[in-house]
């Protein structure tokens, strides 16, 4: 009896669908020309998010797209805001700002890029970010961040931003996070020689899907020499995460939490760490040194170089 009802429904929905087209598809067609759609601002590519304490001239920097369904004509302006983090208040130095208002865009003066969309570079200097926030160089530490956050507003005075934000929007399709954050760091040294931790959770619980929808690669640590390293939590699916180098082994676990480790050896002059990308939005990771510190973790959705904090080291 079943059978027969979603039988008799589909062919009822067809002769309808049918039908519909045939008297002309006017109805529909004013629907879809009526629909409010939103805006998205897509990030190209962040070329810097890190602030060297005591370099003067560090800056975050990312590259945008500007999207709607009138190729970017339907954006009035972005609003630039910052905000500073205090992430080490137990430093008895600043604290957390409100979020202030660095600068409006006018998009009429991006460029058009390869799709025909209006493209821009956005770059604040941390002297802006200082002046925007009311901090100064001493309430600064390693750990700390700037909170970048930008908000479209269109035509008909409707706003967009991570407010508004989906899954979909934030994950690898659009990569439209809207809000971005620049950690303060240390000047690099050499890595601490030794068994590092990672330790590595997915939210989701089916271990991590990084670059592929089936599992991917994992984190990478290139050294100096040209050694790469390997680290990611197993995937029940196809390509499990930390198995495309070399026959690198990924970190069993029970689908939610893996601890994996890595071991730098003595001499070392420099590790470069690598995030693959999160498909998802599900992976969450952090990374301790042999001495114990914490001193780099979750990036965000889009793969790129991980900051490794030199201050908590």
């Given at each position: 009896?079943?059978?027969?009802?979603?039988?008799?429904?589909?062919?009822?929905?067809?002769?309808?669908?049918?039908?519909?087209?045939?008297?002309?598809?006017k109805t529909f067609d004013d629907i879809v020309?009526?629909?409010?759609?939103?805006?998205?601002?897509?990030?190209?590519?962040?070329?810097?998010?890190?602030?060297?304490?005591?370099?003067?001239?560090?800056?975050?920097?990312?590259?945008?797209?500007?999207?709607?369904?009138?190729?970017?004509?339907?954006?009035?302006?972005?609003?630039?805001?910052?905000?500073?983090?205090?992430?080490?208040?137990?430093?008895?130095?600043?604290?957390?700002?409100?979020?202030?208002?660095?600068?409006?865009?006018?998009p009429a003066s991006f460029e058009l890029g390869?799709?025909?969309?209006?493209?821009?570079?956005?770059?604040v200097e941390l002297s802006s970010l200082l002046?925007?926030?009311?901090?100064?160089?001493?309430?600064?530490?390693?750990?700390?961040?700037?909170?970048?956050?930008?908000?479209?507003?269109?035509?008909?005075?409707?706003?967009?931003?991570?407010?508004?934000?989906?899954?979909?929007?934030?994950?690898?399709?659009?990569?439209?996070?809207?809000?971005?954050?620049?950690?303060?760091?240390?000047?690099?040294?050499?890595?601490?020689?030794?068994?590092?931790?990672?330790?590595?959770?997915?939210?989701?619980?089916?271990?991590?899907?990084?670059?592929?929808?089936?599992?991917?690669?994992?984190?990478?640590?290139?050294?100096?020499?040209?050694?790469?390293?390997?680290?990611?939590?197993?995937?029940?699916?196809?390509?499990?995460?930390?198995?495309?180098?070399?026959?690198?082994?990924?970190?069993?676990?029970?689908?939610?939490?893996?601890?994996?480790?890595?071991?730098?050896?003595?001499?070392?002059?420099?590790?470069?760490?690598?995030?693959?990308?999160?498909?998802?939005?599900?992976?969450?990771?952090?990374?301790?040194?042999?001495?114990?510190?914490?001193?780099?973790?979750?990036?965000?959705?889009?793969?790129?170089?991980?900051?490794?904090?030199?201050?908590?080291?």
């Amino acid at each position: 009896m079943k059978l027969n009802y979603k039988i008799f429904t589909t062919i009822a929905l067809a002769a309808i669908v049918s039908i519909s087209c045939t008297e002309g598809d006017k109805t529909f067609d004013d629907i879809v020309d009526a629909e409010q759609r939103g805006a998205v601002l897509r990030t190209i590519n962040v070329n810097s998010n890190e602030l060297p304490i005591g370099v003067s001239d560090g800056f975050f920097e990312v590259a945008l797209e500007v999207q709607d369904q009138e190729d970017g004509k339907l954006v009035q302006s972005i609003d630039v805001f910052g905000t500073f983090l205090d992430n080490t208040p137990d430093n008895g130095k600043g604290a957390t700002s409100s979020e202030a208002l660095i600068e409006t865009l006018n998009p009429a003066s991006f460029e058009l890029g390869d799709a025909g969309l209006p493209v821009t570079t956005y770059r604040v200097e941390l002297s802006s970010l200082l002046s925007t926030t009311g901090v100064s160089d001493a309430d600064i530490d390693g750990g700390d961040e700037f909170a970048v956050r930008f908000e479209l507003v269109m035509t008909d005075g409707r706003r967009f931003s991570n407010g508004q934000n989906s899954g979909t929007l934030t994950g690898s399709y659009f990569s439209s996070p809207f809000r971005y954050t620049a950690i303060i760091v240390c000047p690099p040294k050499a890595p601490t020689p030794g068994v590092w931790t990672i330790n590595m959770t997915d939210s989701y619980g089916d271990g991590w899907q990084t670059d592929t929808g089936s599992g991917g690669a994992g984190i990478t640590v290139t050294l100096d020499d040209g050694t790469v390293l390997e680290v990611g939590m197993c995937s029940p699916y196809g390509g499990a995460a930390g198995t495309f180098l070399g026959g690198a082994d990924c970190t069993p676990n029970d689908g939610s939490v893996g601890v994996g480790t890595i071991t730098i050896p003595d001499g070392t002059l420099t590790a470069d760490w690598f995030f693959p990308g999160d498909r998802y939005g599900e992976i969450g990771y952090e990374i301790l040194t042999p001495n114990g510190n914490v001193v780099g973790g979750y990036q965000g959705v889009e793969a790129g170089s991980i900051l490794i904090n030199f201050c908590l080291d």
